[in-house]
């Protein structure tokens, strides 16, 4: 009974930080500057504390915040961890009945990622070995947002991947005019060779555009074609996917298992691209990956490599976890890492819990509160800027 009072939930903590980015993000949908960054903290009877977090691309970090202060973390007081699915069903309930998703999924992520750092911490044990985990370091690829940059620079960028020991690659795609989509291709493909190259469109494309572009990029044998459409029309991906020459992939704006399941269902993707934090966190990011398995699909952790390294160990045939260049907490100087991406690959770690200590110092400059005005920039003025 004494151990049982012990992992009894006694308080919580929630703060957000909006952290500058190493150099702005910009794709065919955005301009990103800051990363924000929502901390959740548990503390049990016994002192014990777990921090999880989720974060956003500049947007809605101080709304996520509010919900999970105000409505989510209350209905965890006096609660036992071990309680964890439970507690999942319940907050996602509590955050579902305003609105599925967004910013509900992304308050309860903070939660459940504290919780497996909490069971991680009791049990002595890395939480990719409490989910299964049956490797010891996984292959990352090297990503970055960078539609902006000049062919010349985005070549010198692939190049600095290529001599820090990377093997896979993406790049951005949608440029108004396709022949400059074509160039800077053709140009990235001639510094790497033959290796693994994934392109991503940011949504940017109508579905005749999309079948288009797909079609004309097809020559550089690309691995996939991302996020060519809205991802509120799954049936147009299913018509697309019937025909494209090019696998599709998507995830990254999906956050609900119903809707994961409607693109899986009618054959509308080929690369189930799931992130962590925009799911609801671990316990649900395991459940639709199953579902893509059970498809027989090939899983692709989305972003959020700190916690995309601790799922994909876990899932058999696992597509390696995705480096974007400056947003990472290492690249950002926010957080001490237990398990780094170094020469293209992780080594992961056995630290208990997810292996992740925050650096509160480094932090404090950037706090965030309620009602501070946030502008959110253009990304007309980067292209004119490049």
């Known amino acids: 009974m004494a151990h049982h009072t012990s992992t009894r939930i006694a308080a919580f903590e929630v703060s957000v930080f909006r952290v500058p980015l190493p150099a702005p993000w910009v794709s065919a949908a955005h301009a990103i500057t800051h990363h924000e960054h929502i901390l959740v903290t548990l503390t049990l009877e016994n002192g014990l504390t777990g921090t999880g977090w989720s974060s956003t691309m500049g947007n809605a970090g101080i709304a996520i915040a509010a919900l999970a202060q105000s409505y989510l973390g209350p209905m965890l007081?006096?609660?036992?961890?071990?309680?964890?699915?439970?507690?999942?069903?319940?907050?996602?309930?509590r955050s579902h009945q305003p609105g599925p998703g967004g910013i509900a999924a992304l308050a309860v992520t903070g939660f459940d990622?504290?919780?497996?750092?909490?069971?991680?911490?009791?049990?002595?044990?890395?939480?990719?070995k409490l989910i299964g985990s049956a490797t010891e370091s996984l292959d990352v690829y090297a990503s970055a947002v960078n539609l902006h940059l000049s062919e010349s620079a985005l070549v010198e960028q692939t190049r600095r991947f290529l001599d820090a020991g990377n093997g896979l690659f993406k790049i951005k795609v949608g440029r108004p005019d396709l022949d400059d989509d074509l160039s800077r291709i053709a140009a990235v493909r001639k510094v790497i060779g033959n290796r693994p190259l994934m392109l991503d469109a940011n949504q940017r494309f109508k579905p005749g555009e999309a079948l288009r572009r797909i079609t004309a990029y097809a020559r550089f044998n690309p691995v996939w074609m991302e996020e060519p459409m809205s991802p509120s029309d799954v049936e147009g991906h299913a018509r697309l996917a019937a025909v494209s020459p090019t696998p599709i992939a998507l995830g990254e704006e999906v956050s609900t298992r119903s809707s994961f399941w409607r693109y899986v269902s009618s054959g509308a993707v080929h690369y189930l691209q799931p992130n962590v934090l925009k799911v609801g966190g671990i316990t649900e990011w395991l459940k639709i990956a199953h579902l893509g398995n059970c498809a027989n699909l090939t899983i692709a952790p989305h972003g959020a490599l700190e916690a995309s390294i601790i799922v994909a160990a876990a899932i058999p045939g696992c597509y390696p976890v995705e480096n974007i260049e400056g947003g990472s907490f290492m690249d950002q100087g926010i957080a001490h890492i237990a398990a780094k991406p170094e020469n293209g690959r992780v080594i992961?770690?056995?630290?208990?819990?997810l292996g992740v200590e925050f650096d509160h110092e480094a932090l404090a400059p950037h706090l965030g509160a309620p009602g501070d005005v946030v502008p959110l920039p253009d990304p007309a003025d980067y292209y004119a800027r490049s």
């Open 77 to 93: 007081i006096g609660r036992d961890v071990h309680e964890h699915e439970a507690l999942w069903q319940a907050l996602w309930k």
């Open 113 to 128: 990622l504290a919780l497996w750092d909490l069971r991680g911490k009791l049990a002595g044990l890395p939480v990719r």
């Open 348 to 353: 992961l770690s056995d630290a208990p819990g």
